[in-house]
C-alpha cells in the first residue's frame, strides 16, 4: 500500500478509474455537480467492454421505456428483479438499483448529448413482474462526426478491434454510441479530465479513508490525490487466467469477450490491499461463444438452430436459454465429469452458415483450416469428427427430431419460453426445434465465454466499498463490474450488467456530490 509521506504529485476532487459506461456515468455525474474529476485508463481506448457491448440497459419504468407506451414500473421491476436475484445479495442494494433507473435517465437525457429509446427484448426467467417485451433501453445512434477529435480515442467495436474486421464507424450504435454519448456530456461539464494511458497501480489511504491512488503512465509512477473520494470502476477480472483459473476453475482469459489488455482485476487488487470484502468470484456473465480461429470466443447468443451436445454426445440444455443460463449449464455441466466445455453445436445443411447471433459472423472456410468447424455426410461420420459416441450421436438426433415434429421438446421444454421464441425462426409447430436432417451435417465448437466477471467488491447502496466488517471504507468507492453484482447468481434481464453499473455509478456521485 502506498503512503502519502511524500508531496502529492496532483489533486482533484473525484478520481474515476476506469472508463466503461459506469466510470463515465460516475464521472459525468460528479463533474455536472461542480466536482474536478480525473478519468484514469489504462488502456489507450475509452470505453472498455461497454463500448463493445449492445448498450442494452435494464431500468424498469424509465422514462424512455414509458415514452415507447410500455406499462412498467420501479414496484414491477422490484417484484421480478427480487424473485430472480431472490436474497444472495441484501435487498437494500437491490432496491437501490431498481428504483434509482427513472431518475438516471432522467438526468442523463437532461444533457443534450444522451438519448434513449426502447426495443423489444425480453426479461430472462419466467417470473412474477416480468415483461415479455422487456424493459432494455439503448442509446440512439449517433454520427461519428460528433465526436470531432475524441474519435480516435474511442475503443473501436468488438469485430474490428479483436477480429481485424472491416465494419462502417461513421454511425456509432450500441456500446460505442452509448460510450460516445457519455463522453461528449463529460467533456462538455468543462470540470472532468480524461487520461488515457495511465493505469492506477494501488489506492492510497490516509487515516483511514481513500485519499487519492498511485497511477503508472510511461513507466513512471505518480500519486494523484482526491479531496472527495476514488471510485473504482476498472471492470473485472475476466482478462487474467490465474484469477479465472482460481476462481472459476476453468481456463480461458483468451475466450472472453473483453478486451484483453483492459480488465485484469486491478480495482479487486487496489480494494482487497485497504480492507475491502469480496463477493462473488466465482460469478461470471457467462454466455456460451463461438472459437475463433485468432483463440478469441465469439458471444454467441439466439441459436435458431442445432442442437448443443456434450462430450458424451448428449443434450444437456435447451439451447434456447438466455445466454448466460446456458453458460451456467455448460460450467454445471463441467462437474458431472463429462465435457461440457467445449461443447459442439450440431445442425445441418438448411443452414449457410451457424445458427446463431455472434459478431463478428465465422467464416467456415478459415475455420474448417482450423479444425473448429467439421461436416460430414452422415452423422456416425460426424460423431467420429468430433469425438462423441457414435450410437448416443445417432440418439440423440433423433429423439430431438421427433421433439422437431410433435412441438415438444419433453427434455429441456426448449421454445415453452417466449425468450426461446423471440430468436426462432422454424416453420414446424414449435419455431424453436428444427429438425437436424440435411445433409453434410455441421458442427461447430461452442466454449464457456462471458461478458465480464461479476464478484468484486462488497459495496452498498451507493456504491460504497465495504468491509470485512460491513461498514463503508470512506472515501472509496466500487462499481460496475469493479463491485460485486447486485445480481447475485443470475442475470435478470437484457441490460443488466450496464444498468446496474450506471446506476451505482451515478449513486456514488450523488454521495460524493453530498
Ligand atoms: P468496462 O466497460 O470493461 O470498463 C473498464 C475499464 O477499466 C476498461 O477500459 C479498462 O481498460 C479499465 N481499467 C482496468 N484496469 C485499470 C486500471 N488499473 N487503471 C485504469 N483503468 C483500468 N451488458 C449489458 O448490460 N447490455 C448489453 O447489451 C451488453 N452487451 C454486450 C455485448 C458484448 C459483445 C460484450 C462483450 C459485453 C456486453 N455486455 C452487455 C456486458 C457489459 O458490456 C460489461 O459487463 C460492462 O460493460 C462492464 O462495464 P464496466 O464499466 O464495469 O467495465
Redesign the pocket.
Known amino acids: 500500500m502506498a503512503t502519502t509521506s511524500e508531496r502529492p504529485d496532483e489533486t482533484a476532487d473525484v478520481i474515476v478509474?476506469?472508463?466503461?459506461?459506469?466510470?463515465l456515468t460516475a464521472a459525468y455525474t460528479a463533474a455536472a455537480g461542480g466536482l474536478r474529476t480525473v478519468v484514469?485508463?489504462?488502456?489507450d481506448?475509452?470505453?472498455?467492454?461497454?463500448?463493445?457491448?449492445?448498450?442494452?440497459?435494464?431500468l424498469p419504468g424509465n422514462p424512455a421505456l414509458l415514452r415507447a407506451g410500455v406499462a412498467d414500473t420501479v414496484e414491477q421491476g422490484l417484484e421480478y428483479f427480487s424473485a430472480v436475484v431472490g436474497d444472495r445479495t441484501p435487498a437494500d442494494l437491490q432496491k437501490a438499483y431498481v428504483s434509482t433507473g427513472p431518475e438516471l435517465v432522467e438526468f442523463l437525457e437532461r444533457d443534450p448529448s444522451v438519448a434513449f429509446t426502447h426495443q423489444p427484448f425480453p426479461d430472462y426467467y419466467d417470473a412474477p413482474g416480468r415483461i415479455d417485451g422487456g424493459r432494455?433501453i439503448?442509446p440512439e445512434p449517433l454520427s461519428a462526426v460528433r465526436l470531432a477529435g475524441r474519435r480516435a480515442v474511442l475503443?473501436p467495436p468488438?469485430g474490428v478491434d479483436q477480429y481485424g474486421v472491416d465494419q462502417d464507424r461513421e454511425t456509432l450504435v450500441?456500446?460505442q454510441a452509448l460510450v460516445a454519448r457519455l463522453l461528449l456530456a463529460l467533456d462538455a461539464t468543462g470540470l472532468a479530465e480524461l487520461r488515457t494511458g495511465?493505469?492506477?497501480?494501488s489506492a492510497i489511504v490516509r487515516d483511514g479513508r481513500a485519499a487519492g491512488v498511485v497511477?503508472e503512465t510511461g513507466g513512471k509512477t505518480f500519486r494523484l490525490l482526491a479531496e472527495r473520494g476514488v471510485v473504482l470502476?476498472?471492470?473485472?477480472y475476466e482478462c487474467d487466467d490465474t484469477l479465472r483459473q482460481r476462481h472459476h476453475g476453468l481456463p480461458g482469459a483468451s475466450w472472453?469477450?473483453?478486451?484483453p489488455?483492459?480488465?485484469?482485476g486491478?480495482?479487486l487488487a487496489?480494494a482487497l490491499e485497504v480492507g475491502a470484502a469480496i463477493d462473488l468470484m466465482d460469478e461470471a456473465?457467462w454466455c456460451p461463444a463461438t472459437l475463433f480461429p485468432n483463440g478469441h470466443a465469439?458471444?454467441t447468443l439466439g441459436l435458431r438452430g442445432g442442437v448443443l451436445v456434450n462430450a458424451a454426445g448428449e443434450r444437456f440444455a435447451n439451447e434456447s436459454l438466455p445466454y448466460d443460463r446456458l453458460g451456467h449449464a455448460m460450467h454445471e455441466g463441467q462437474a458431472t465429469g463429462i465435457t461440457h466445455v467445449p461443447a459442439w453445436l450440431v445442425f445441418d445443411d438448411r443452414f449457410d452458415n451457424l445458427p446463431a447471433v455472434t459478431?463478428p459472423v465465422p467464416d467456415p472456410d478459415a475455420f474448417r483450416r482450423a479444425g473448429l468447424w467439421r461436416s460430414a455426410a452422415t452423422l456416425p461420420e460426424l460423431a467420429e469428427l468430433i469425438d462423441v459416441p457414435v450410437d448416443a450421436l445417432d440418439k440423440t438426433i433423433a429423439r430431438f427430431n421427433g421433439f422437431a415434429t410433435t412441438g415438444v421438446d419433453e427434455d429441456f421444454q426448449r421454445g415453452k419460453d417466449p425468450f426461446d421464441r423471440f430468436f426462432g425462426t422454424g416453420e414446424g409447430p414449435n419455431p424453436c426445434l428444427v429438425p437436424v436432417e440435411r445433409a453434410p451435417f455441421h458442427a461447430v465448437q461452442i466454449v464457456l465465454g462471458d461478458?465480464?466477471t461479476k464478484g468484486g467488491v462488497r459495496t452498498d447502496g451507493d456504491g460504497r466499498a465495504l468491509d470485512t466488517a460491513g461498514d463503508p471504507i470512506p472515501g472509496l468507492f466500487a462499481?460496475?463490474?469493479?463491485a460485486a453484482s447486485v445480481a447475485g447468481h443470475v442475470y435478470p434481464g437484457?441490460?443488466?450488467?450496464?444498468?446496474s453499473?450506471m446506476v451505482f455509478?451515478y449513486r456514488a456521485a450523488l454521495r460524493l456530490l453530498s
Open positions: 478509474v476506469g472508463s466503461g459506461a459506469a466510470a484514469l485508463e489504462k488502456t481506448h475509452v470505453g472498455g467492454t461497454s463500448a463493445y457491448s449492445g448498450a442494452a440497459i435494464w432494455a439503448f475503443r468488438i450500441g456500446g495511465v493505469r492506477m497501480r497511477a470502476a476498472a471492470g473485472g472472453t469477450s473483453s478486451a489488455d483492459s480488465n485484469t486491478d480495482a487496489a456473465w465469439a458471444f459478431q461478458l465480464g462499481v460496475g463490474n469493479a437484457p441490460g443488466t450488467p450496464l444498468g453499473g455509478g
